[in-house]
C-alpha cells in the first residue's frame, strides 16, 4: 500500500465571479520512502495539492476525489479529525519564512510549540528537542533565542524545516522551499534535504516550479500544467527524453538540464477562466490536432512508468528519413557518393541542425527531404506518409 494516494481530487475555488479549476482531476501516488517531485509554471495547481493534502484549502473550495494516507481516507475528515494526521504524520515546509511564522515570537518558541501539542512534551523536553532540531537542519541552537526579522531567508527556512520534523512525520511537503534563496543556500538547502532523506528515510512531496531543483533530489516527477497532470515518470527518463510538448518546453527552457538553451521557451500563455475546453495546453502546443481543443486527453501509462496525457501519444513524429544513399554521376563515368546511408527524425515542434564542411551532402540530402531529388534507396517519411 503507497503511503499517499490522490485519486482524480478536484479543487475548483468559487469566487463571486467564475470558478477556478486550480486542481482538475489529478491522481498519483506517494511510496513510503521516496521523494516525489511536483513541477509546472505558477498557477499549474502544486500548492493546491499541498494545501487540499494538508486539509488546509479556503471554505470556498469546492473538493471531490480522494486523499488517502496509509489506505486511510483523509480528504473528508474534519478539521479534528485531520489535525490528527498533522505535524505526527504530514508536515509541511512553506516557501516564506516571514509571512509564515509569527513575527513577536522566538523561532525556538515556534518550533516547541508543536512538540508541547501533539507529543505532550513538557517545555523542558521540547526546549531540549528543539535545540536537536535546530542541529539536524545545520543551525546553532543559540539562533532558538532570535525573532524571525534577525535571521536570514535561508536561516529561516531551516528552521521551519525544524518546525516541520519536530513531531517526526511520515510525509514531508516542501512547498517551493528554496524559491526565495540565493543559488549558494538554495544548495545547502539540497544537500540537507538529502542528508536527512539518507539518514531518516522520509517521504517527501516537493513542490517547485523549479525543475533543476526538484529533479537534483527527486527520483519521480509529476508535471502539472493548468490543474492536471501531463506527464509523469522517472526524473532521469523525463529530463533526458520529455515525452509531452509541455514537459519538452519546461526542460528546454532550463539552460542547467538542457544546455542548447531553447531561447523561444513556450510561447502563449496558461489559459485562464473556467469555461476551457480540450487539452488546456493546446493553445500553445505545436502539434495540436481537431480533437484538441474539443476534449480533454486522459493520463495513460506510456511504458517504463510513465504516463503522458495527449491524444498524439506525446510529441509526435513530424519527417523522418530512413538509410538514404544517393550518388552524383561524373562526366568521365565516375560515380560520387553524396549521401551515404543516412537516416535521421525530426519531431514536432523540433529544430535539428545539419552541419558539416562543403561537399558533406549536406545540400543533397535536403534536396531528398524535399523530395526534389529521388534516393537510389531509403525511404522518407514526412507525417507517417511516405514521400
Ligand atoms: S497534441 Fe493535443 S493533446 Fe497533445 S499536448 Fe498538444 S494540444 Fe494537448
Not at 30 to 39: C, N, Q
Not at 186 to 201: A, F, H, T, W, Y
Not at 233 to 239: A, F, S, T, Y
Request: with cysteine; aromatic share 6%.
Amino acid at each position: 500500500m503507497s503511503l499517499l494516494k490522490i485519486d482524480d481530487l478536484k479543487c475548483h475555488y468559487m469566487t463571486d465571479v467564475n470558478t477556478v479549476r486550480a486542481v482538475d482531476g489529478i491522481s498519483f501516488e506517494i511510496e513510503d520512502g521516496e521523494i516525489l517531485g511536483i513541477v509546472g509554471e505558477s498557477g499549474s495547481g502544486k500548492t493546491t495539492v499541498a494545501l487540499g493534502i494538508m486539509g488546509l484549502l479556503p471554505e470556498n473550495t469546492a473538493i471531490s476525489g480522494e486523499i488517502l494516507y496509509r489506505g486511510e481516507l483523509i480528504s473528508s475528515l474534519p478539521e479534528s479529525g485531520m489535525d490528527r494526521f498533522r505535524w505526527k504524520d504530514i508536515a509541511i515546509v512553506f516557501q516564506n519564512g516571514l509571512e509564515v511564522m509569527n513575527p513577536v515570537m522566538k523561532v525556538g518558541v515556534q518550533v516547541t510549540e508543536p512538540m508541547k501539542r501533539h507529543l505532550d512534551l513538557s517545555p523542558d523536553k521540547a526546549r531540549s528537542k528543539c535545540a536537536d532540531l535546530f542541529r539536524t537542519v545545520g543551525l546553532d541552537p543559540k539562533w532558538m533565542d532570535l525573532y524571525p526579522h534577525q535571521l536570514s531567508g535561508g536561516m529561516r527556512q531551516r528552521v521551519l524545516l525544524a518546525m516541520a520534523l519536530s513531531c517526526d512525520p511520515k510525509l514531508l511537503i516542501l512547498d517551493e522551499v528554496t524559491s526565495a534563496l540565493d543559488a549558494f543556500t538554495r544548495k545547502e538547502i539540497r544537500d540537507l534535504l538529502v542528508d536527512l532523506q539518507k539518514k531518516n528515510g522520509y517521504t517527501m512531496l516537493m513542490i517547485s516550479h523549479d525543475i533543476t531543483f526538484v529533479s537534483s533530489v527527486a527520483s519521480r516527477l509529476v508535471v502539472m500544467y493548468s490543474g492536471r497532470v501531463v506527464e509523469s515518470g522517472p526524473v532521469r527518463d523525463i529530463l533526458v527524453s520529455p515525452r509531452h510538448p509541455y514537459t519538452r518546453g519546461l526542460v528546454h527552457s532550463t539552460p542547467d538540464i538542457f544546455v542548447y538553451k531553447d531561447l523561444w521557451g513556450i510561447p502563449g500563455d496558461v489559459p485562464a477562466g473556467d469555461g476551457f475546453k480540450g487539452c488546456p495546453f493546446s493553445p500553445r502546443c505545436t502539434q495540436k490536432i481537431d480533437i484538441c481543443t474539443k476534449a480533454s486527453p486522459v493520463l495513460m501509462p506510456a511504458g517504463g512508468g510513465r504516463e503522458i496525457a495527449c491524444h498524439r501519444g506525446g510529441i509526435a513524429g513530424l519527417l523522418e528519413a530512413k538509410n538514404l544513399n544517393f550518388s552524383y554521376r561524373l562526366p568521365d563515368g565516375e560515380y560520387l557518393r553524396a549521401v551515404d546511408n543516412v537516416s535521421l527524425e525530426v519531431r514536432e515542434g523540433e529544430v535539428l541542425a545539419v552541419v558539416g564542411q562543403t561537399g558533406s551532402g549536406k545540400s543533397t540530402l535536403a534536396h531528398i527531404l524535399a523530395n526534389v531529388i529521388r534516393p537510389e534507396c531509403g525511404e522518407v517519411l514526412f507525417m507517417d506518409g511516405d514521400v
